[in-house]
């Protein structure tokens, strides 16, 4: 039974794994570019939620989307003004400018909220729900499938919108979509804007889980990238298959070698993945 248990209390992160990674994924693939600021946004997201619970009393499942919405402007805006100026250099000028605006944000978040973790604490709470002698609390559930939800909305917009056509169709080939009339350099920006609402999103309902803090960012980017090194780059279902395996994995990780090492036994699979198969399970050209 203790094993079915943490069968479920991994596959109860996967999707909200999956939300924290579908925006650093969308924007690694679209743009080429490997977004280090993604953690912080996270953390960003996740101290709005906790805010607008502790002020107004809204329900962070509910505001999730709200988080994302609020940052889908700076996003877009960062992206427009300060990235876009360096896309043409090479992949390590980005890398270190991202880094660079980790660091400032990071640091403005602990001169604003200080280091000291904080965790959203629903009233009254929400309870479990339990089947068969397993245990599953409602908060992490209701956490899982708001982040499917998102994901799934994410990949309609891809899949069927004009605008996730144009996004794919950068992503596939950017001169070619260039000669047929797509402003690139708008979808670049559309598409870090959607990586920071699914980055806001996340934050969000992290915060109603697992208590956050402004140094919590580097741990939240490292799962974001092992999920799509795991999934694939270019699969959204892929990003969702690598939020679930992470989950098992660190679920019987932490079973097995203690909580401390979850993450550490999530690397050592990631370095024999990508030896193996460094396209990841789903990964493919075309962003979908």
Not at 119 to 128: A, E, T
Not at 159 to 170: D, P
Not at 199 to 228: E, Q, R
Request: proline share 5%; aromatic share 10%.
């Amino acid at each position: 039974m203790l094993w079915l248990q943490v069968l479920v209390n991994g596959l109860a992160l996967g999707g909200l794994y999956a939300c924290i990674a579908a925006g650093f994924s969308l924007v690694w693939g679209v743009l080429n570019i490997i977004n280090v600021l993604h953690g912080s946004l996270i953390v960003l997201g996740g101290y709005l939620a906790f805010f607008a619970h502790q002020q107004l009393g809204f329900n962070p499942f509910l505001f999730a989307p709200v988080a994302g919405a609020l940052l889908f402007l700076p996003g877009f805006a960062l992206q427009r003004t300060v990235i876009n100026p360096v896309m043409t250099r090479p992949v390590l000028m980005t890398l270190v400018l991202t880094f660079g605006l980790t660091l400032f944000l990071d640091n403005l978040m602990l001169v604003a909220f200080t280091a000291d973790y904080r965790k959203i604490n629903p009233q009254p709470p929400l309870g479990v729900v339990e089947f068969g002698g397993v245990i599953l609390p409602l908060d992490r559930l209701c956490a899982t499938m708001t982040g499917l939800a998102l994901v799934s909305a994410l990949w309609l917009v891809l899949r069927f919108t004009q605008l996730g056509r144009a996004i794919v169709a950068v992503r596939m080939d950017r001169e070619a979509a260039s000669l047929m009339g797509i402003d690139v350099h708008l979808i670049y920006a559309i598409a870090f804007g959607l990586g920071t609402f699914m980055a806001g999103s996340a934050g969000a309902l992290l915060a109603a889980i697992f208590p956050i803090s402004s140094l919590s960012s580097s741990s939240y980017l490292g799962k974001a990238f092992v999920i799509c090194v795991l999934g694939g780059l270019g699969s959204l279902p892929g990003v969702v298959l690598g939020g679930f395996a992470l989950g098992i994995i660190e679920a019987y990780g932490a079973l097995a070698f203690g909580p401390e090492n979850a993450l550490t036994v999530s690397f050592l699979l990631l370095i024999v993945l990508l030896a193996v198969r460094p396209t990841g399970l789903l990964g493919r050209k075309g962003f979908t």
